[in-house]
């Protein structure tokens, strides 16, 4: 079955620092996708990332990084020189195949980074 | 560009009453879903829909109807709201499958 674990419920850190949200996801299909979505206070989800299971090579954009390891089933994300305004819960999300007619996601519970000045 | 809209995105009900929520895309995007988002629990896909008159369950269905007459709406049921159908919807749609989906802003629906 398809699960996604975020283990890290809540973080906290001071602006400037680099912090990793962990994200373990579990699936019995060879192909599959992977996605990162942040939930700021106002509530909608903002897409990030999308990267599906042929492609290991990390990402970077601007302060924003992701390490895919299939190896250990993990895509972890990484901010760099955290700010202010990075505070959001931000969900991992694993693609599921639904009955051929295309694909749903399956998040993770979410992790709430909490980032003071 | 509205992109994907949601109403009402504040309601209560009461415990028995029909209610139904609103989606709307301006994108043709053929794929769209509905989510709810519980603490605890993370988003849960209740229904989804590959194209007009397409729907079918996901992972919590019951006690919820879809349907999809038009590409651009897909709107979503209560027959009869219970307290544990409180909770904060999320509509999303997606060009093709399996690309990105994007949200609506959330409905917050309460049921006293």
């Known amino acids: 079955a398809q699960k996604v674990t975020q283990a890290q419920t809540e973080i906290s850190v001071v602006e400037k620092e680099d912090v990793t949200l962990d994200c373990v996801y579990e699936?019995?299909?060879?192909?599959?996708?992977l996605f990162w979505y942040k939930q700021p206070p106002s509530g909608e989800l903002v897409f990030l990332i999308r990267?599906?299971?042929?492609?290991?090579q990390n990402e970077i954009s601007g302060r924003y990084s992701w390490n895919f390891q299939k190896s250990t089933s993990s895509f972890n994300f990484t901010i760099t020189a955290s700010q202010v305004v990075d505070s959001a819960v931000y969900f991992c999300?694993?693609?599921?195949?639904?009955?051929?007619?295309?694909?749903?996601?399956?998040f993770g519970k979410g992790t709430t980074l909490s980032v003071s000045s | 560009d509205a992109g994907i809209t949601q109403s009402p995105r504040y309601k209560i009900t009461e415990t028995g009453r029909q209610v139904t929520l609103m989606c709307h895309q301006t994108?043709?995007?053929?794929?769209m879903f509905w989510y709810r988002q519980d603490l605890g629990h993370g988003l849960r896909l209740i229904y989804y829909?590959?194209?007009?008159?397409?729907?079918d369950k996901g992972e919590v269905p019951d006690g919820y109807v879809v349907s999809r007459s038009k590409t651009e709406n897909f709107p979503l049921t209560l027959e009869s709201a219970t307290r544990s159908q409180t909770s904060v919807y999320f509509c999303?749609?997606?060009?093709?499958?399996?690309?990105?989906?994007?949200f609506g802003p959330g409905t917050r629906l309460t049921v006293t």
């Open positions: 999303a749609s997606s060009e093709s499958s399996p690309h990105e989906q994007y």
């Open positions: 829909s590959a194209a007009a008159d397409i729907t």
């Open positions: 994108w043709s995007h053929s794929y």
């Open positions: 699936t019995r299909d060879t192909t599959y996708y």
């Open positions: 990267r599906n299971s042929f492609d290991e």
């Open positions: 999300a694993l693609s599921w195949v639904l009955n051929q007619a295309g694909t749903a996601l399956i």
